[in-house]
Nanobody, 122 residues
């Protein structure tokens, strides 16, 4: 079974940068799409970015485009989310997920990590 573990979340100040990692283990087919989502207090889980394991296609939510970069290291079975110029509104629990289709909808993904807390202070 696929296992996903997020790491890297911490308390930072507005304007800082941070890199999150999503390490995958188990039966992870090369066709899996890996996405990042976030959930702030009182909000629905929202799409952040995705990357394909084959083809190298990426996509970003408008709220993070130009500030966040998704990448992968297949040798380490890890997907990264590099976050720069962080804002208070970026504060959320960040989750990585894997699925078999390109989608911005959480319900299209079937495997989820436990999440990592990112807090941006002013």
């Amino acid at each position: 079974q696929v296992q996903l573990v997020e790491s890297g979340g911490e308390l930072v100040q507005a304007g800082d940068s941070l890199r999150l990692a999503c390490a995958a283990s188990g039966r992870t087919p090369s066709t899996y799409v890996v996405g990042w989502f976030r959930q702030a207090p009182g909000q629905e889980r929202a799409f952040v970015s995705f990357i394909t394991q084959t083809g190298g296609v990426t996509h970003y939510a408008d709220s993070v485009k130009g500030r966040f970069t998704i990448s992968r290291d297949n040798d380490k079975n890890t997907v990264y989310l590099e976050m720069s110029n962080l804002r208070v509104e970026d504060t959320a629990v960040y989750y990585c997920a894997a699925g078999l289709q390109l989608s911005v909808r959480p319900n299209a993904y079937v495997y989820w990590g436990q999440g990592t807390q990112v807090t941006v202070s002013s």
